[in-house]
C-alpha cells in the first residue's frame, strides 16, 4: 500500500498511522509536483528581481551567521554544505516508528511549495519511506534551539547523494517534523493504551464486585464532559451486567468511585494530542517560508523568517499525557492494595481461600502493590512540567532558547511505560478475585484473563508474580506499538 500526498490535506493522522506505524510507502501527487516546481521557479524569480534581497541561510548565512550577506558565488557553495556538523547528539535511538512520522511530517512544507526546495529533494525525502530501517536519530541531547541537531542525522545521508541548491539543505532542516512526528506518535500510543487501561480497571472493577451503580449511565450528562462519558462508557461495556449475583452492599473505595474520571482525565489528554497532531501535520513551519504577499516591491511574493520551527503545543500534550499516566498509576496501586484488604474488600484476606493449601504464604501477592508503587513513583517523575530552559541555551548568538519537545515525548513514553508495568501488577491480582470467590470473568475481558492465565497458569501458587507481570505488560504493549 502507498499513501499519495497531493496537497497539505493528505498529511493526516491516519495517514501518518499508515506510514509511520504500518510502514507504507508514499508517493507524490501530480499536483504537489507542479507546486513544488512552482515553488522554486518564485525562488528564483524572487532572486532575479533584488539581487540584494536577504532571505535567511540562502543569501545569508544561518545562525550566528545571519548578518553575513553571500555572494552569489558564495550561495552556491553553501548550498552544497552538508548537515552533518548538526548531528551532535547521541544516546537512545527514537523507534524506527517515530522516525518515518518525522519524515512523513517533513513534507508539509514542500508538497504546496512554501519552502521552495528543489522537487527531487521533496522525491528524495518521499522515497526513504521505501527503506527498511531509517538513519538513527537520538532521542537524548536535542538542546537546539530548532530541530537542526535531530534532521541533520535524519538528512545528512539524503544531502550528501544529491546535489542541492539555494534552499535545499535549509528546508530539510528547518521547521518542526520532528515535534510533529513525536505528538502523533505519543497520540497514537495513547488511544491504545487507554484502551488497554480499560480492560485492566474493569477486570479490577469487578474483581472488587463494585456496585454496579458506579458506571450509570446517567452520569454521563451528570458529569457534563464527553471524556468522562467516553471512560463511563467503555467501563459499562466490559463489565458488562457483572456476575449476576449480589454486589458489595455500599460504596466502594474512592480510587474505584473516581476510576471514570480518572481515565475521563486521560482521554481528554489523548484527545488534545490527537488534536495538536492533527494540527501540526499539514502545519506550514519552514524558515524562511515563502508568503503570498504580492505588491509593487514584491510582485512574486517574499520570504520571511519565523519561529514555526518551535511547537510548544506539542510539548503541553505531551506533558499532559505524562501526568494522566501517572494518575492512573496511584489508581492502579490503590486498587491492587484495596483487592488484598479482606477489611476494605470484603473478600477473602490476601484473596486466599479457607481451602487453600498452606494458606497466605503459599498465595501471598501483597508484594505485587509495592512493585506498583515503585512504577507509579517513577512516572511521577516523568510527570513535571516540560518547561522553557531556564538558563540561555539552543546553541549560541541568535540561538537563545531550545525546544523541549525531546524531553517532553521521552517523558510520556516512560510514563507510558510504567502506566504499562502498573496495570500488569494489577491485572492477575483482580484476576485471583474473581477465582478466590468462583465468579467468572466478564466476556469482554476473557481476551485479558487468557493473557494473564498464559503469563500465570496459577494465580494461587507461590511465585515470582514480577516475571509473570513482565510478561502481561508484553502482552498489553503488543496491543499498543506495532513494534
Known sequence: MTVVVDSRADLTVGNARRVAWDREAVSLGPGARR??????????AV????????????TTGAGQLAKRKLDPGE????????PVGAAASWGDPLPDRV??????????????????????????VAAMLEADRMPAVPAKGQGGAGEILSLGHLFTDLVERIEPEEKDVMGLVNGSPSATGLVVDAALAAGARLERAADVFALSFEGFNTPLGHLHETLESYWNNPHDAWALAALRS??????????????????YRILPRMLGQARRAAEMAGEVAAESLPAVTDNPVWIDDVDNAHPFGRFVSTGGYHNPHAVLAMDALAAAYANLCVVAERHGAKLLDGAVSLLPDQLVGTDTPGGPRRAYMGCLPMAQTGYEEEARLYAQQTLLPGSESGGFGQNDVASPV???????????????MALASLAPIALRALDVTD??????????????????PDLGRRQPFGQAAARIAAALRGGIYPD
Open 35 to 44: 507546486a513544488m516546481e512552482a515553488g522554486r521557479d518564485r525562488l528564483a
Open 47 to 58: 532572486l532575479g528581481h533584488d539581487p540584494d534581497v536577504t532571505i535567511y541561510g540562502v
Open 75 to 82: 550561495r552556491k557553495e553553501w548550498a552544497r554544505m552538508s
Open 99 to 124: 522516525v518515518r512520522g518525522i519524515v512523513f511530517a517533513r513534507l508539509a512544507n514542500f508538497v504546496e511549495g512554501h519552502a521552495a526546495v528543489s522537487p527531487g529533494v521533496a522525491l528524495g
Open 238 to 255: 466490559r463489565v458488562g451486567g457483572g456476575h449476576g449475583g449480589a454486589r458489595r452492599p455500599y460504596q466502594a473505595p474512592v480510587s
Open 406 to 420: 525531546f524531553l517532553a515525548w521521552t517523558k510520556q513514553e516512560r510514563a507510558g511505560a510504567c502506566l504499562d
Open 439 to 456: 465468579r467468572p470473568t466478564p466476556p469482554a475481558l476473557e481476551r485479558l484473563a487468557g493473557a494473564v492465565r498464559e503469563a500465570a
